[in-house]
C-alpha cells in the first residue's frame, strides 16, 4: 500500500509539498505519498492479487453498510507510521483542499495502537538518544519541518493526548520533554494535561507555546530558522507552566476564586514527589499573591 502511494504522487501533488516549504529529501525520507480515490486503491489491490482480509485486518480497507469495500484513505496526502524499530504500523492523511477533517489516522489494530506510538519516532530515535529530548509537537508537518529546521528529535501523537504508554517510552531513554503547542484554547490545554501527567511521572521539561501568527512549519517555511530557535530557547518548567495554567482560570482579586485555585493547586501538587511540592510552594504563594 505504501509502495502505491508513493507511486501515486504526481507531479501536482508534488508541487503542492514543495510549495508548503518541504524539500525533496524531507519527502523522500518521510516516504510521503498520496492515497488516490477508493476505487482505484480497491482495484490495485485486487489486480496486484493482495489479500483484502489482511488490508481489512491493518485498516487500509473497511466495508460499509451495504457490505462494499472502501479505502479509508482518499485523495490524501499520506504518512506511513512506523514503530521504533521501523515497522510500518498505520497511516496519516491530510486533505489539500475541501471540508473534510483536516488529518485523518488508521484505525486502532493489532499491530497499530495510537497511546503508545509517535509519528516520526523511527527517524527522532537516534537523535533522542544522543540529546536526551523529545521535542512533542502537534502533527505530521509540523514535525517534518522541525528535522528540516535541524530539530531532528521531534516526533508528535496522532490525535491523542499524550499517554501514561508514551511517558514509559520517554523513561526508557531517560530524555527530558519540549512541548511545542499553539497558543489557541486547544493547544493551551494539550500543554496543560501534558505537563501535569510528565510532572506525576517525575519526567523533567518544558513548554513552549508559539505566538499567535508564528506556526512553526511555516516558519522554517519561511527561513525563520533563527527565530523559531530562539522561542523554542523560551520555555515554561513544565510544572510552572501547569500551575500558571490553573491560576489563569480564575478570578485571583476575588477570594473565594483565590480559594479555589489553591484547591486545584494543592491537588495537582500532590501528584508530584514531597521535594518538588516543597520546592514549589513559594512558587504557588507568588502566583496566587
Not at 494543592?266 to 501528584?271: R, Y
Amino acid at each position: 500500500t505504501n509502495s502505491f502511494y508513493l507511486e501515486n504522487l504526481d507531479q501536482d501533488i508534488h508541487e503542492y509539498l514543495l510549495s508548503r516549504g518541504l524539500t525533496n529529501e524531507s519527502i523522500k525520507a518521510f516516504e510521503v505519498g498520496f492515497a488516490p480515490s477508493s476505487h482505484q486503491q480497491v482495484n490495485a489491490i485486487n489486480k496486484e492479487l493482495l489479500s483484502v482480509s489482511d488490508a481489512l485486518e491493518c485498516g487500509v480497507l473497511a466495508v460499509d453498510e451495504s457490505n462494499k469495500t472502501y479505502a479509508r484513505l482518499t485523495n490524501r496526502i499520506s504518512f506511513p507510521i512506523r514503530n521504533h524499530t521501523g515497522k510500518l504500523i498505520g497511516f496519516g492523511g491530510r486533505i489539500i483542499k475541501g471540508d473534510r477533517a483536516k488529518y485523518i489516522n488508521s484505525p486502532e489494530t493489532p499491530i497499530f495502537d495510537k497511546s503508545r506510538n509517535f509519528y516520526g519516532y523511527n527517524l527522532a530515535k537516534e537523535h533522542i538518544h544522543k540529546k536526551g529530548t523529545f521535542v512533542v509537537t502537534e502533527g505530521y508537518l509540523d514535525v517534518i519541518m522541525f528535522h528540516q529546521a535541524g530539530i531532528k528529535t521531534a516526533v508528535a501523537t496522532m490525535g491523542t493526548a499524550l499517554t501514561e504508554l508514551h511517558c514509559n517510552i520517554i523513561k526508557k531513554v531517560n530524555a527530558k520533554v519540549l512541548l511545542c503547542f499553539d497558543a489557541d484554547k486547544a493547544g493551551l490545554e494539550a500543554g496543560f494535561k501534558a505537563s501535569k501527567l510528565l510532572s506525576a511521572h517525575e519526567i523533567h521539561g518544558g513548554v513552549v507555546i508559539f505566538p499567535t501568527g508564528k506556526d512553526p512549519a511555516d516558519m522554517v517555511k519561511d527561513g525563520d530558522i533563527e527565530e523559531l530557535h530562539s522561542i523554542m530557547k523560551d520555555k515554561t518548567p513544565l510544572v510552572e507552566f501547569a500551575i500558571k495554567h490553573i491560576a489563569s482560570k480564575y478570578s485571583l482579586n476575588v477570594p473565594q476564586q483565590k480559594q479555589e485555585a489553591l484547591k486545584e493547586v494543592t491537588a495537582f501538587l500532590k501528584t508530584l514527589h514531597p521535594l518538588i511540592q516543597d520546592e514549589y510552594k513559594s512558587f504557588v504563594a507568588k502566583v496566587l499573591n
